[in-house]
């Protein structure tokens, strides 16, 4: 149903009209409830909130802006406490990258956002505080949930700067299934990793 809903959201959007932006939360509304169905651990259900935030920010964001990036801001905060809980320790050496992804693009996004420049600005930290979080939480090399949970968080982070990008700066090629496809990617990969976690 999910995948029903992306390939109409993405191909058929005018034909479903008012409704569309509601067709877009469906994909990411069924992950969450994967993670719902999964052995309720604390972590889980933290993610499983965020994705259900970030569904409704999915279609929120088609008639309000700063409105859907609230939602996805809020959502951010749920997946860094779920991985906060998943490992607790800072592992602040694992910041690092995350601090120099910032400073090469936040700058140029903030500088190019207008009236917007401080809510980017917060939210490009939030959801690099997310990518960090979830490499504190890898443990080993390997397809795990670890990996899993930190690819998700750099398609995601991908994702969202190819957005501010065509939004703020200048248009980018394909940038709607670019942007669409890393995010969709981005939150399979989350769900996975919380799922494998509370198999484990």
């Known amino acids: ?5 992306a390939a109409i959201h993405v191909f058929a959007g005018d034909a479903v009209s008012v409704w569309d932006p509601w067709v877009k939360a469906v994909p990411v509304a069924m992950l969450g409830l994967v993670l719902v169905g ?25 008639y309000n802006f700063l409105g859907g990036l609230v939602g996805f801001l809020i959502a951010h ?6 991985f906060v809980r998943a490992e607790p320790r800072a592992r602040w050496v694992r910041l690092i990258p995350m ?10 996004l903030v500088a190019s956002a207008g009236a ?17 979080r979830a490499a504190a939480a890898v443990d080993r090399v390997g397809w795990n949930a670890g990996t899993l949970g930190l690819a998700g968080a ?8 190819l957005l501010g990008y ?20 981005a939150q399979s990969l989350i769900t996975a990793s919380f799922w494998k976690r509370s198999r484990t």
């Open 154 to 161: 750099l398609f995601f982070a991908t994702s969202d700067t």
């Open 99 to 108: 601090a120099l992804w910032g400073l090469l693009t936040l700058p140029l």
């Open 1 to 5: 149903m999910g995948v029903v809903a």
């Open 166 to 185: 065509s939004r703020f700066v200048g248009p980018l090629p394909m940038a709607r299934f670019l942007t669409l496809g890393t995010y969709w990617i």
């Open 38 to 62: 999964s052995k309720r651990t604390l972590a889980a259900n933290l993610a499983a909130s965020g994705l259900f935030i970030s569904a409704l920010a999915d279609a929120v964001i088609e």
């Open 116 to 132: 917007l420049a401080l809510p980017v600005l917060i939210y490009g930290t939030v959801i690099l505080t997310m990518v960090w």
């Open 77 to 82: 905060v749920f997946y860094i406490a779920a």
